[in-house]
């Protein structure tokens, strides 16, 4: 296992493994965090879909905040670039907090954009253009399969979100 905290400036490595396999291990969960890494400042950041599938399986599963699940690339991409039609300036900054296995990694991220755009609400109603900035923490948990991710489970608070997108008060 790896793990990487960057505010406290925390490297760990624990392996479970024989000797002759640990190196093994260790490199595919340092693998596995650079891709994601590579993924979410760079590719999502920069808005660089031809190259989701560098990162992730043409069936990956995904499990979204609010409670739905998508199947496929295209359904992924398709809602990465909706989170662009409201704020297009969206990003995220760094993550603060890494961890993987051979299998499975994680990442706590910081994600912040501006809202220059309406907001269409799922009651079909539009909210307009505030101005404001938002910046949230994110979490991912993503399971590895072939050296792409198959499976994620993406996290933050939807209620501090559509607040700072001006949709809740």
Same mark, same amino acid.
């Given at each position: ?14 392996? #479970?493994?024989?000797? @002759? =396999?640990?190196?093994? =291990? ?6 596995? $965090? ?38 496929? $690339?295209?359904?992924? $991409? ?31 991220? $910081? ?10 609400? #799922? ?30 489970? @993406? ?15």
């Amino acid at each position: 296992m790896y793990a990487r905290a960057f505010g406290a400036g925390m490297i760990c490595c624990c392996l #479970s493994v024989p000797a @002759f =396999a640990a190196k093994s =291990a260790e490199q595919l969960a340092l693998e596995n $965090i650079e891709k994601l890494q590579t993924f979410n400042l760079e590719v999502f950041s920069r808005q660089q879909w031809d190259r989701v599938k560098d990162a992730y399986a043409t069936n990956v599963v995904v499990h979204w905040p609010d409670g739905r699940e998508t199947k496929g $690339i295209q359904a992924y $991409i398709d809602d990465l670039k909706a989170m662009f039609a409201v704020a297009p300036d969206t990003r995220i900054r760094q993550h603060v907090m890494q961890i993987a296995s051979a299998e499975w990694s994680s990442v706590i991220g $910081i994600m912040e954009g501006t809202v220059t755009r309406p907001l269409r609400t #799922s009651d079909g109603k539009t909210v307009q253009p505030t101005g404001k900035r938002f910046n949230m923490l994110f979490s991912k948990v993503n399971h590895w399969k072939g050296g792409l991710i198959d499976e994620e489970y @993406f996290f933050w608070d939807n209620l501090l979100f559509t607040q700072q997108l001006g949709v809740n008060k």
